[in-house]
T-cell receptor, first 115, second 115 residues
Framework: AQTVTQSQPEMSVQEAETVTLSCTYDTSESNYYLFWYKQPPSRQMILVIR??????QNATENRFSVNFQKAAKSFSLKISDSQLGDTAMYFCAFKGRNAGNMLTFGGGTRLMVKP | DSGVTQTPKHLITATGQRVTLRCSPR?????VYWYQQSLDQGLQFLIQ???????AKGNILERFSAQQFPDLHSELNLSSLELGDSALYFC??????????????FGPGTRLTVT
């Protein structure tokens, strides 16, 4: 079974600065997908960024980028130029190719962006 | 707006009762997933349906059941409710059943409170 670990329950960052959220996972699969989801106070789950394990290039989406280290099974999220609207819970999620399409989530990191 | 709808938004009921949560997937999506988000268990996958058939089961209690109808909407039935069933229940949908890179789109969730 896959496990996803987010070791930082809470983090804070000043507006306009950069913050990195950590995620590690454990799997025996070689092909899989990794995601970061954002959950603001509204509770809506919003996809932030996606990485396919067979791609060596790190994914980027505007101010959001990942550092994907397949050998280390690490998938961190970097938020640049943090904005107040980035305040939310962030969940790292794993999806295997062989074991169904369900997402396995980490415990989440609560990010507070301070003005 | 993800295109996934869930009703009701909030539900308050007593222990021992039975409730039904409803989900309509995005247009064109054949897979529906149910997740439970609770304070002590985090975000957990419950069950997946694809085009009317059950495809995968996660940590779903025997008191819980689900189905997907010919119009692709899905219902999650929770019976003999206990205080510990209080949680946010998410429905998500995606195009494919397994092995695809396509992300899951989450509905706004149904907040269940058992008193």
């Amino acid at each position: 079974a896959q496990t996803v670990t987010q070791s930082q329950p809470e983090m804070s960052v000043q507006e306009a600065e950069t913050v990195t959220l950590s995620c590690t996972y454990d799997t025996s699969e070689s092909n899989y997908y990794l995601f970061w989801y954002k959950q603001p106070p509204s509770r809506q789950m919003i996809l932030v960024i996606r990485q396919e394990a067979y791609k060596q290039q790190n994914a980027t989406e505007n101010r959001f980028s990942v550092n994907f280290q397949k050998a280390a099974k690490s998938f961190s999220l970097k938020i640049s130029d943090s904005q107040l609207g980035d305040t939310a819970m962030y969940f790292c999620a794993f999806k295997g190719r062989n074991a169904g399409n369900m997402l396995t989530f980490g415990g989440g990191t609560r990010l507070m962006v301070k003005p | 707006d993800s295109g996934v709808t869930q009703t009701p938004k909030h539900l308050i009921t007593a222990t021992g009762q039975r409730v039904t949560l409803r989900c309509s997937p995005r247009s064109g999506d054949l897979s529906v997933y149910w997740y439970q988000q609770s304070l002590d268990q985090g975000l957990q996958f419950l069950i997946q349906y694809y085009n009317g058939e059950e495809r995968a089961k996660g940590n779903i209690l025997e008191r819980f059941s689900a189905q997907q109808f010919p119009d692709l909407h899905s219902e999650l039935n929770l019976s003999s409710l206990e205080l510990g069933d209080s949680a946010l229940y998410f429905c998500a949908s995606s195009v494919a059943a397994q092995g695809s890179p396509y992300e899951q789109y989450f509905g706004p969730g149904t907040r269940l409170t058992v008193t």
